[in-house]
């Protein structure tokens, strides 16, 4: 998939025809055909072709919601392999992030390609263990940004930017 179609730019209460389309949403006119053969209701046959705005926005996210890949807790989705797939222990890295996030970043075991993941800083000891790590955390794994969080549930703190 390519770029996003963000359907808040359609307006629900209007027509559009294929070029209004492709203007509005930036793709190519014969991608919003493309959308029409696969699915996409258009008010009559005749030409130019109308769109309803509701019906198009309600394609836009089916569609999106179809391109999303439900993983658990300690697996990351490996865009080489196409489907979530656990990553290598020797590799993870925990990014502290603010609110309580963790950006875990890490590589796939079965092709060595990146992939990254925001986890809840909760939820870091449980992937740790299901990964079959040893507690606690090796400090080469956690990367805590500036100051400590307040609900980090590690004593220790990390500064490896310096600005």
């Known amino acids: 998939m390519g770029s996003r179609n963000n359907p808040n730019r359609i307006k ?13 949403l930036g793709v190519h006119p014969k991608t919003v055909r493309n959308w029409i053969h696969a699915g996409l209701p258009v008010v009559d046959e005749k030409r130019p072709l109308l769109i309803h705005g509701v019906d198009l ?11 999303i890949f439900k993983c658990e807790v300690n697996e990351m989705y490996c865009f080489k392999c196409k489907q979530p797939k ?18 875990m970043t890490g590589h796939c075991y079965e092709c060595g390609c990146q992939a990254n993941k925001y986890v809840s800083w909760r939820d870091v000891n449980q992937i740790w263990l299901e990964l ?5 955390i090796a400090e080469e794994h956690l990367i805590l940004r500036g100051s ?13 930017e310096k600005k």
């Open 12 to 24: 629900i209460h209007r027509f559009y025809t294929v070029i209004e389309v492709s203007e509005t």
């Open 57 to 67: 926005k309600i394609h836009l996210k089916r569609r999106r919601k179809a391109d």
């Open 86 to 103: 656990t990553p290598d222990i020797k590799s993870l890295e925990f990014i502290a992030k603010p609110a309580g996030m963790a950006q």
């Open 132 to 136: 079959g790590g040893k507690l606690p």
């Open 148 to 160: 400590a969080l307040l609900n980090c549930p590690f004593a220790k703190e990390f500064d490896d």
